[in-house]
């Protein structure tokens, strides 16, 4: 059969030459069928701040390939000076409440799996698809859970968590309904699904919330953990090489709100690049 490609068919080709596949911009949906592949950010304090509440796709790291998703997330643990991102959490929960989890402790992603949350792991094991409450979700998103568990069980060895595959799995499959919609309703090309959590008297963290954090993070969630009061917390628990621990001091924050966002900036002036091109080739 013949084909004809058509001007436009063009452009998009020449245009992706140009910026390549990180700077285009993806209509809604288009990345669904693709699997993720997380990407921890190993940043800076400011960094962090800077790329936190930014989409996805303008993040360093962002890479789509045939298939698959090169998905920057974050996750670190800052003491301090941690008022201002406080308030942006709060402001940013406001308005994305769907894939956003905002926490005042660790009582509630620290609480052990209910009994019947563990008779069903003890039964039914970790297949997600086959797991009847789990069935809303897209085959991709399926799959994304059943290999973010699994590297759970991974980081949890490496920790040194002691609960046994039966607990981690019901704690992570059956029993972590608000992680498991904020990944339902999260869009690939826009931001990442969060989770913040503020310590604001000294708490111990259970196993079962290292879990429920090392869950989140595998599935590409920016994790934030904020103590005004210095207080340890996951340092005990989780392995130091999985995330980032950062000291806020009110000046490196005013400095920081007040410094101009360039991965937009870049993006911004990629999309413009590209557009100056096409419009001098077809005018």
Not at 149 to 171: F, H, M, N, R, V
Request: aromatic letters at 10%.
């Amino acid at each position: 059969m013949k084909t004809h490609q058509t001007t436009a068919v063009s452009a998009e080709q020449e245009l992706t030459e140009i910026l390549g596949s990180e700077g285009r911009l993806y209509k809604d949906g288009i990345l669904d069928e693709h699997e993720i592949v997380p990407v921890r950010l190993q940043t800076t304090y400011e960094e962090a701040l800077l790329l936190l509440f930014e989409n996805s796709i303008v993040r360093p790291g962002f890479k789509v390939e045939e298939g698959s998703v090169d998905y920057p997330c974050l996750f670190f643990k800052v003491n301090g000076a941690v008022d201002w991102l406080l308030q942006k959490a709060h402001a940013w929960r406001a308005s994305h409440g769907k894939t956003t989890l905002l926490y005042s402790n660790f009582y509630l992603i620290g609480r052990a799996p209910q009994t019947s949350a563990l008779q069903n792991a003890q039964q039914y094991g970790a297949d997600v698809s086959k797991i009847d409450s789990l069935s809303f979700l897209s085959a991709n998103k399926q799959k994304q859970l059943g290999t973010a568990y699994q590297q759970t069980l991974e980081w949890a060895k490496q920790s040194g968590i002691t609960l046994s595959t039966d607990e981690i799995c019901a704690t992570c499959l059956y029993d972590s309904t608000m992680i498991i919609d904020a990944l339902h309703n999260v869009v690939a090309q826009q931001s990442n699904a969060k989770c913040f959590i503020n310590i604001v008297q000294k708490s111990k963290i259970s196993q079962y919330a290292a879990v429920r954090i090392l869950f989140m993070h595998a599935l590409a969630f920016d994790v934030v953990i904020t103590s005004k009061n210095n207080y340890a917390t996951i340092e005990s628990l989780i392995a130091d090489e999985l995330y980032d621990l950062h000291i806020a001091t009110a000046e490196a924050t005013t400095k920081t709100k007040k410094r101009p966002n360039i991965w937009k900036a870049l993006a911004i002036g990629g999309a413009l690049l590209g557009l100056v091109y096409l419009l001098s080739r077809f005018l």
